[in-house]
């Protein structure tokens, strides 16, 4: 069984902080990375997307891949309140465009 | 800019009742995809259509059929509800398979059943 791990927090931090969100997975053939976002009662929406190894910046988020150690992050710079959700790590799998979702990270930001 | 739309947005059924979830894109995707999510678990595929005319099954299939209507539509159909169906039922959509293809979801239907 393929698997997405993450830990479910609540991971607080303070307005301004950096938070660090990690993703663990278990199929090493893995070559599709994503995070999405998602509010209470809302639907994911999707931020970053990452596919080499190393680091891919957009404005306040950085996505990190280490595939040697399969293993992908998301940091946030400056974090708000309004960056207080649940992130989902996603990892496809497979021949088709399969997506195999971590449980997710609930991140809050206090001021 | 309507994107990916589910109808309903909440559902109440009993017991052995049967309903069908209905999903519509606009954006000329090709695949479609419809996932269960329960609290503490991620999203779990049930079902997805790689094209039109095509439909496979997810990790979580039994319970559920589905029909991919036309490229537009994609409709998941509960034949007997049973209580360990009650999830909130997100549909997907992506420009086609790929490794770099992101899905952009609808906002899901929340289905209880007594």
């Known amino acids: 069984q393929k698997e997405v791990e993450q830990n479910s927090g609540p991971l607080s931090v303070p307005e301004g902080a950096i938070a660090s969100l990690n993703c663990t997975y278990s199929?090493?053939?893995?070559?599709?990375f994503f995070w999405y976002r998602q509010y209470s009662g809302k639907s994911p929406e999707l931020i970053m997307s990452i596919y080499s190894n190393g680091d891919k910046e957009d404005g306040r988020f950085t996505a990190q891949l280490n595939k040697a150690s399969q293993y992908v992050s998301l940091l946030i710079r400056d974090s708000q309140p309004s960056d207080s959700a649940t992130y989902l790590c996603?990892?496809?799998?497979?021949?088709?465009?399969?997506?195999?979702f971590g449980a997710g990270t609930r991140l809050a930001v206090h001021p | 800019n309507a994107g990916v739309t589910q109808t309903p947005k909440f559902q109440v059924l009993k017991t052995g009742q049967s309903m069908t979830l209905q999903c519509a894109q606009d954006?000329?995707?090709?695949?479609m995809y419809w996932y269960r999510q329960d609290p503490g678990m991620g999203l779990r595929l049930i079902y997805y259509?790689?094209?039109?005319?095509?439909?496979d099954k997810g990790e979580v299939p039994n319970g559920y059929n589905v029909s991919r209507l036309n490229k537009r539509e994609f409709s998941l159909r509960l034949e007997s509800a049973a209580p360990s169906q009650t999830s909130v039922y997100f549909c997907?959509?992506?420009?086609?398979?790929?490794?770099?293809?992101?899905?952009?979801f609808g906002d899901g239907t929340r289905l209880s059943i007594l």
């Open positions: 259509s790689a094209s039109e005319g095509t439909t």
């Open positions: 199929d090493r053939v893995s070559q599709s």
């Open positions: 996603a990892v496809k799998t497979g021949g088709y465009n399969k997506l195999i």
């Open positions: 954006m000329n995707h090709n695949s």
């Open positions: 997907a959509s992506s420009e086609r398979e790929g490794d770099n293809q992101p899905q952009h």
